[in-house]
């Protein structure tokens, strides 16, 4: 383990309630030395696919050996598997319940273990709060240096959901649709530079047209290029491809949601 450790939380428990900072309390009850982030507590409720989604796109600008703790939960108590990830890089602790399931089809190597080793666990653990009971103890005594074989026997029939990945209708064409709503109402694609770029590679003449909404989409290389209130794209901070209204909500003013198409052609 890293001499400065990091783990970092990701939940739907929001930021009225006590429950973040209780699993923190918790964490450096075992280990004071721990260095804690909170990636958002701002997950939609039970929003397994969502939580998926952050902790695919957040956990890699990490340092290697973070510990990523993800707690989007609906199944708490019931028969779903307290689990840890090991990959080549980092740990991963949450329920599989396929909040992970990003994690899993980007790593060159991963182990899942099933958590059973319960004296890691707080003592009187209760049926609906694993976030502190489990998931907390286990990441901060894994911070501790207590190898990752110690918390269980490792399994292969964890959940894994389904996340669209575009389509190539044509060695010119992709088609990609909407996987998130962000907080400012910006539509980010399930298209990503690197599949851009093999569109590109399709051709050595062309330009890439972005249609959605039944119209071009102009594209921009970031937000305050565009002057007025039309619909825009660019490529954002994580290398997908966004629709965005400079100082607007696209997804309201254009009625987008998640599971909206929307193509990219190379044209000319």
Same mark, same amino acid.
């Given at each position: ?88 890089? &980092? $740990?991963?602790?949450?329920? +599989?319940? @396929?909040?992970?399931? =990003?994690?899993? !089809? ?115 290389? &970031? $937000?305050?290029?565009?002057? +007025?209130? @039309?619909?825009?794209? =660019?490529?954002? !901070? ?31």
């Amino acid at each position: 383990m890293a001499d400065n450790p990091i783990i970092t939380l990701t939940t739907d428990f929001g930021y009225r309630d006590p429950l973040a900072g209780i699993m923190k309390g918790v964490i450096l009850s075992i280990n004071p030395g721990v260095n804690i982030v909170d990636i958002t507590h701002g997950i939609g409720k039970y929003n397994v696919r969502e939580a998926a989604l952050t902790i695919g796109m957040s956990y890699h600008e990490f340092p290697s050996s973070t510990i990523h703790v993800v707690v989007t939960d609906p199944g708490v108590g019931s028969e779903r598997r307290p689990i840890m990830v090991v990959t080549e890089d &980092y $740990y991963f602790i949450g329920p +599989d319940n @396929g909040v992970f399931s =990003l994690v899993y !089809s980007e790593s060159e190597r991963c182990e899942v273990l099933h958590l059973t080793a319960d004296h890691y666990f707080m003592r009187d653990k209760s049926a609906t709060f694993h976030g502190r009971d489990v998931f907390a103890p286990v990441a901060s005594w894994l911070s501790k240096g207590v190898i990752s074989s110690k918390f269980g026997e490792p399994v292969t029939d964890f959940v894994k959901l389904p996340f669209p990945v575009p389509s190539t209708p044509t060695k010119t064409t992709l088609e990609g649709e909407v996987i998130h709503i962000d907080h400012f109402g910006n539509a980010i694609i399930n298209i990503k530079v690197s599949d851009l770029k093999l569109l590109r590679n399709a051709s050595e003449k062309g330009v890439l047209k972005i249609v959605a909404k039944g119209k071009e989409i102009p594209f921009k290389q &970031y $937000y305050s290029q565009a002057k +007025d209130k @039309g619909l825009y794209a =660019l490529i954002n !901070s994580m290398n997908y491809l966004e629709l965005f209204i400079y100082r607007g909500d696209a997804a309201t003013e254009f009625n987008i949601k998640v599971g909206d198409t929307l193509g990219v052609m190379l044209v000319g």
